[in-house]
């Protein structure tokens, strides 16, 4: 079956909802139909400076909410990103690969690095894309389900994919991008013209998934709406709104036209209601689900240690490859 690869960074603590609807909800239900693999990502984390304690105890607690979320370690293959040295191997020839102003390009790396102080920022952020290509390339994935904000990063892994094979021979799968419209980018709650960002959001705009399911609720009945009463989908013109249906929507299954029916001559407050007691309704499983993975590390690590271990027999086969193409005396 088709093989689809997808990561998540350890950083923040807890997913967002965008995290959520936007990658982690599709990976559940792609480890039906695919061959699928899927990281936390603790080399990309450390582009921005972490402390080690946080970053040992963000990874398990990543890990942890992947389980919660659905993820199946027998339908699946869950692994940390360190566990697997051939990433940061595959990197350094896909490094070698990219031109400079080509990488230069990369608009998550200006909005980031901006943020921080150009001066600042390390060169490894700067390379975080081309980490991110021997992520995807290493398992030969065929798919990559992500939010919108990765599309530019899945299209430089096509175009390395390509030169790689032009240049070498046949080696790499050329993957394409696995997004959904409807969720491909939830909006800030404060700001609908922003997507909700760990970094990038105010506290209030952005729904932590492991936050005290009260504090959502609330979170929830303050988003900023838009001008007039009606409840309708319109992205341009209603865009809190708009966002607001598209997330309860995917939390219910209930399609957007079914809710603009069930809201017509209501106002604003009445959704609003709703959909907080369905975000608690989902938080909270979630929550309780994540700390009995917590509570239980030894199963956590074991579930991680038979992933990293399926996960590089297929790495090592492809790196393998790769080296000999490039032209590296095998070690005899
Ligand atoms: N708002 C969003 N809507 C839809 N999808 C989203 N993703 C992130 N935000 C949204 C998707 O989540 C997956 C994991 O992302 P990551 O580990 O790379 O985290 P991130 O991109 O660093 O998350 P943030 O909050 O967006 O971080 P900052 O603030 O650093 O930019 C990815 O598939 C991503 O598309």
Redesign the pocket.
Known sequence: SPRVL????PTAGSF?L??Y???VRQWVALQETHDAFYTV?DLHAITLPQDPAELRSNTRLAAAQLLAAGLDPERCTLFVQSHVPEHAQLAWIMNCLTGFGEASRMTQFKD?SSRQGADRASVGLFTYPILQVADILLYQANEVP?????RQHIELTRDLAERFNGRFGQTFTVPAPHILKE????YDLQDPSI??????STPKGLINLLDEPKATAKKVKSAVTDTGTEIRYDAENKPGISNLLSIYSTLTGAGIEELEQKYVGKGYGALKTDLSEVMVDFVTPFRERTQQYLDDPETLDSILAKGAEKARAVAAETLSQAYEKVGFLPAK
């Open positions: 997808s990561g998540i960074q967002h965008g995290n609807l936007g990658a990502v980031k992500v939010g919108e904000d990765q969720t491909a980018k939830i997507k909700m960002s760990k970094s990038a």
